[in-house]
């Protein structure tokens, strides 16, 4: 079983140090739960994508709400190749929504290969996940790394990742579920899907039924991260039972004025389209939500959060 570390301060006053350059360690800096994540103004300069902290880490950029194929798309992809020459993230997950509209073999060269074209031709691999738009034969596409399944799982170093398909939460999808997370030892579980459990948007709003369904299921198996799309917006939501939820639907897609900030937002930016960068260390997420010109929006370190307690395990130590 892994062992975290709760009270990480001096390990978070440096993570602190190195995202807000002038702030300095100090033994008394206390751990927040959200370790000081700092919302910027839309004028902060242009590429600022955080290099790399720790060695052996996982390195990752999310979009979500992406395929639409317009000048927004392009604007997001060359930025998000500009950032890569200073956070080098080694893949890209999909939050759903990869193709609007048609998908002819000529949708996908225009909405996918075309916007990302220098991360595909360096070999950055980029892993979908279904949204409401898409059509399900997407999970054929092999770019998509899907490899035909509506529902999968991968592993990068110590993160285990499952893209769910929350169109059709069945029952197989369930129990797949839960077979792969309580099978699953990684230091990091990383879930994510198109429909978000928690969301201050006016358009949709959080979808109660599915999380009734799957929350149950990563609060018990020890879930630390997952992201959503569908809202076109940012959001970064606060702690719900132990878990780091983010919605990053507005890659491609914008729904201006529709983020109604209430006591769900811990930060978040409806005027602008974004993508994420996040890095998982040994025991400290460091993230960063970035706009299309390279503004920053959000960034800050997440803490590892401990294990919980299964009741098989205590049964297997009890015999």
Request: glycine fraction near 8%.
């Amino acid at each position: 079983m892994k062992t975290r570390i709760h009270n990480a301060v001096l390990a978070l006053g440096l993570v602190l140090a190195v995202l807000m350059p002038g702030t300095a360690p100090s033994p008394t800096m206390q751990p927040p739960v959200l370790a000081q994540a700092q919302a910027r103004a839309p004028a902060a300069a242009a590429n600022e994508a955080t290099p790399p902290v720790e060695e052996d880490s996982v390195r990752l950029a999310i979009i979500g709400d992406s395929g639409t194929g317009t000048r927004s798309q392009f604007e997001v992809g060359a930025q998000m190749a500009r950032a890569r020459q200073r956070f080098p993230f080694e893949f890209v997950i999909m939050l759903g929504d990869n193709i609007y509209g048609s998908e002819r073999p000529q949708d996908f060269a225009q909405k996918f290969e075309k916007p990302y074209e220098p991360l595909l031709t360096a070999k950055v691999p980029f892993y979908a996940s279904l949204g409401n738009h898409d059509d399900p034969t997407q999970r054929y596409y092999k770019p998509f790394n899907m490899d035909g399944e509506r529902f999968y799982a991968f592993t990068k170093g110590n993160a285990r990742f499952f893209a769910l398909d929350s169109n059709y939460m069945d029952q197989a999808q369930l129990k797949w579920l839960e077979t792969e997370l309580s099978r699953s030892n990684d230091r990091w579980k990383v879930a994510y899907f198109h429909h978000p459990l928690y969301s201050s948007g006016g358009r949709h709003g959080s979808e109660t039924d599915l999380r009734a369904l799957v929350e149950p299921l990563f609060i018990k198996y020890g879930v630390d991260v997952v992201f959503a799309g569908h809202e076109h917006f940012y959001e970064r939501i606060k702690p719900q039972k132990g878990i780091y939820y983010f919605i990053a639907g507005g890659s491609a897609k914008l729904r201006r004025g529709d983020l109604r900030r209430g006591p769900l937002t811990a930060a978040g930016l409806d005027t602008d389209y974004t993508f994420m960068l996040a890095e998982l260390g040994k025991d400290v997420m460091r993230f960063q939500a970035l706009t299309r010109a390279g503004r920053l929006v959000d960034t800050g370190a997440l803490p590892l959060q401990p294990e919980p307690k299964r009741q098989d395990d205590a049964q297997s130590r009890a015999r």
